[in-house]
């Protein structure tokens, strides 16, 4: 088993942390949405009339916008299609356990109401409501965790943060001042004033040092002691290891992982992008992430208005009604015996062993290796109507005669239950 395929060394789990049962809902959850939202959703993707190459929320970046010129958006940022009720109501239909939303990107502006800045959505926008407070109150009110993105290195818009050279002289800026009097007042905020924070989603480490990423795991950790750190706090200390974007590690993991994913390929919305990936593409990622024994971190990107774009919503649904038959060989489960095999994954709870056929055989023959203890039964979920599958197992090989067709087109799960 590799250790650390697809996850910097960097970004890993701190030690101690994998038997850590503030974990435990982390490790059941699986699952989880991620929201970006900022001012990029107004630009959407063009700037002066051309469309910037690259994803939606850089585009401050990729296009160079003076921040004088770039903060004027927060004039123009009046989302009345906001409802957290409705984004909170999708998180649950799409069987995700766990909301992560942007706090700050990389481009400064705050979605929360902030005493140590007035560039917010309360200081700077029309808009007037704190986007944090009331997402935080319907997700306590429909039972869901929330846990808030925050970019601790890069912010474009302040001085002393780091990324922007078109603005600001870099070799004056006060990078470990800026970590001292803004970033950790304002982790202090998010970690105060929203009731409890699941987890705090940091990003880029970039050149924090060992001290600088301790120092915010503490922090965070002294206020909310429950509240989960992500990889990319930097220096291996987070709570759980942070793999790439959209990276799956090729095999099972020792660490705890979660890979954030993009629907499309933007995070923040562009309204060009139309590469939406597949239902079965989505739910075979979620089933390879799991059975590695990771969380998938699924993004959308809401519009300017605030509505979460309609093809996102189609793709959140149909993976719900498949977690809604199939749920039991996700959550809650740890990579079962079945690994490295093209087209089958598994994972397992317990005695049973839920084998994922995610390119079902023409004849119907599944024929895998890894499942050494003896099976005492096998049928698909969510199909009791099938009956139990005839079996044959020959040492650590077995063949499941099943039918000529899927059961299920997307990805069909057999529950393999073994001999006690
Ligand atoms: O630069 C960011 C990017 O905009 C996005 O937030 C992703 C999400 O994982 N994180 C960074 C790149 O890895």
Known sequence: ????????????????????????WWREAKF??????????????????????????WIMLHARIPVREYEQLAAQFSPTRYDAREWVALAKAAGQKYIVITSKHHEGFCLFDSRVTDYD?????????????????????????????????????????????????????????????????????????????????????????????????????TLQPDCLVCGRVGNALGDYASAGDNMIPDVQMQVDFETPATINDTWGFKWYDENWKSVPDLVHKLVDIVSKGGNYL???GPTAEGAIPQASVD??????????????AIYG???????????YRSTRKGNVVYLHVLEWPHDGRIAVRGVSERVRAAA???????????????GDALTILGPGAAPDPVATVIALSLAE
């Open 1 to 24: 088993m590799a250790k650390l395929s697809g996850i910097r060394p960097e970004r890993s789990q701190r030690e101690g942390a994998q038997n850590d049962p503030r974990l435990d």
């Open 32 to 57: 989880g949405l991620f929201i970006h939202w900022g001012l990029y959703a107004i630009p959407a993707g063009v700037w002066q009339g051309k469309e910037v190459p690259g994803i939606g929320e």
């Open 121 to 221: 959505v309360m200081g700077a926008s029309p808009f007037g409501r704190d986007i944090l407070a009331e997402l935080a109150d319907e997700c306590a009110r429909q039972g869901i965790r929330l846990g808030f993105y925050y970019s601790q290195t890069q912010d474009w818009h302040h001085p002393d943060g780091d990324g922007n050279d078109w603005d600001y002289d870099e070799s004056q800026k006060d990078f470990a001042g800026y970590i001292e009097d803004y970033v950790k007042p304002q982790v202090t905020e998010l970690l105060t004033n929203y009731g409890p924070v699941a987890l705090i989603w940091f990003d880029t480490p970039k050149g924090m040092t060992e001290e600088q990423s301790r120092s915010l795991l503490e922090l965070v950790h």
């Open 298 to 300: 699924l993004n959308v």
């Open 315 to 328: 793709r959140l649904l149909a993976m719900g009604r498949w977690l809604d038959v199939n749920g039991e």
């Open 333 to 343: 489960t740890r990579p079962g015996p079945v690994q490295g095999q093209e087209g």
């Open 380 to 394: 698909v979920l969510g199909a009791p109507q099938a009956g139990a599958l005839a079996c044959h197992q020959e």
